[in-house]
């Protein structure tokens, strides 16, 4: 049998996993009891305070439980907990299915999900099909708080509204199932502001959590220690550029970083990242876009470094549609050159500031 | 080549969706590419005619109006007919 202890789990774990969604079972999980067959169901004692306290550390919550969907959202209102679980799968279906379905919802890998039940067969079945899910048996979860996956490093303003802005997301995503049109003239109606600024010392925290957190829309996935950033954002020789991005639902927050190295002639790009959040919204070349109008001004050559990983390949298509070439490839650091001969105009749907 | 034409057309007529696509016109001259097309664009192209797009296919002239993109895939189906 494949364990599922959680006191096996510390050492098995890669110290750097993160985990970013928490998916709990219903039934003698979430509550005591089997809300189809019992007359009441009572919550566990410590779950409340473990889903308030993930949830201040920027860490999300969804639900996996074979159930009648009316019937669970019901009572999970009534608990006062309906508003913590961000796309809940209460179905018949296999908890594989449902947690593929988060995953794709919130827009993260199966590598940062945690799947909590009390069934062993729901624990094996999730851990042989989907093995990157940290599985852990609903009896243990004393420990489920003191977890260095549960332990962000960085908790920042924004990993607090975390949740707040999935559920704006989803309004977003409501109105654009309904919206008859293009994506262009969809864009349009949210009335987006895009924020580009020089990072200052209060972004530092939020500049490193965007570095280890973000993994797709990342061109080479350097990560900086706050000694470094803060002498970067010091350094003339750099351009530590932070982008936020808002619209008529509210804010995503600080969502996209880019490190500029700049020497007389030449300026390299070193990292240039984008949270997933924001990929449908057609802003993630824009902060490419400005840093090549930028050196255009300055008249210095620029290039980019990019250092693939098995996700982040739109972000290869994004500097080779901008007109960039890979000019060599040094160890796992491919170069690209572009001559900036032909730089793409901002799109009209988003309003551009910039600092 | 031409047989390559009208699925392309189709994916395209789906992001521009007030607008007839002529096979020469420039799609990046026409409005913003995002990343998240341009994927989308990509992914498309390697499922529909079962073929891998290299790093160096990625270039822009490559996919800039339906006519290079067809191109594109003939080159690439031929290439792996011989192997």
């Not at chain 1, 989907?130 to 908790?155: G, H, K, S």
């Not at chain 1, 936020?244 to 639902?249: A, C, P, R």
């Not at chain 2, 057309?9 to 016109?25: G, I, P, R």
């Amino acid at each position: 049998m494949i364990s599922i202890d959680t006191k096996n789990l510390p050492e098995k774990q890669d110290k750097k996993k993160q985990i970013k969604c928490v998916v709990w079972d219903l039934d003698n999980t979430l509550w005591n009891g089997i809300l189809l067959e019992d007359n009441s169901v009572s919550l566990r004692n410590q779950v409340v305070d473990l889903i308030q306290t993930l949830d201040s550390r920027g860490i999300l919550h969804s639900i996996a439980s074979r159930n009648d969907y009316d019937r669970a959202m019901e009572k999970l209102e009534e608990l006062g907990l309906k508003e913590y679980f961000l796309y809940p799968q209460i179905n018949w279906n296999s908890k594989v299915a449902s947690i593929n379905n988060i995953a794709k919802s919130i827009n993260i890998s199966l590598e940062a999900i945690a799947f909590i039940d009390d069934q062993p067969f729901e624990l094996e079945e999730v851990g042989f099909s989907c093995p990157e899910v940290l599985c852990i048996n609903a009896f243990n979860l004393d420990q489920l708080l003191d977890l260095p996956a549960m332990n962000p490093r960085l908790i920042t303003a924004d990993s607090k509204m975390r949740r707040l802005m999935y559920i704006n997301d989803l309004e977003r995503d409501r109105a654009e199932e309904n919206f008859i049109g293009s994506q262009e003239e969809f864009l349009a109606t949210l009335k987006m502001n895009f924020t580009i600024s020089s990072a200052q010392e209060e972004d530092l925290q939020r500049a490193e959590e965007l570095t280890v957190r973000t993994n797709q829309l990342n061109t080479t996935g350097y990560t900086y220690s706050d000694d470094e950033l803060k002498y970067f954002i010091r350094s003339p020789q750099h351009k530590l550029l932070i982008a936020s991005l808002d619209d008529k639902y509210g804010s995503y927050g600080k969502i996209g970083l880019a490190l500029v190295e700049c020497q007389e002639k030449i300026w390299t790009i070193k990292l240039l990242l984008m949270s997933c959040r924001v990929m449908s919204r057609g802003v993630g070349t824009i902060l490419l876009n400005y840093i090549m109008n930028l050196a255009k001004t300055h008249n210095v050559c620029l290039q980019a470094e990019f250092i693939a990983n098995n996700r982040n390949r739109m972000m290869y298509i994004t500097y080779k549609f901008a007109g960039f070439k890979e000019t060599e490839q040094i160890g796992n650091t491919a170069i690209l050159k572009t001559q900036l001969t032909r730089i793409q105009a901002f799109p009209d749907y988003v309003n551009l500031q910039t600092y | 080549m031409e047989k390559h034409k009208l699925p392309i057309k189709t994916f395209l007529a789906k992001f521009f969706v007030n607008h007839e696509l002529q096979d020469n016109e420039d799609i990046f001259a026409l409005g913003f590419v995002n990343s998240l097309f341009a994927m989308q664009l990509v992914l498309f192209i390697e499922q529909e005619f079962s073929i891998a797009i290299e790093n160096e296919d990625l270039d822009f002239e490559n996919f800039k109006t339906i006519n290079a993109i067809a191109g594109l895939v003939e080159r690439k189906q031929v290439l792996l007919a011989r192997t």
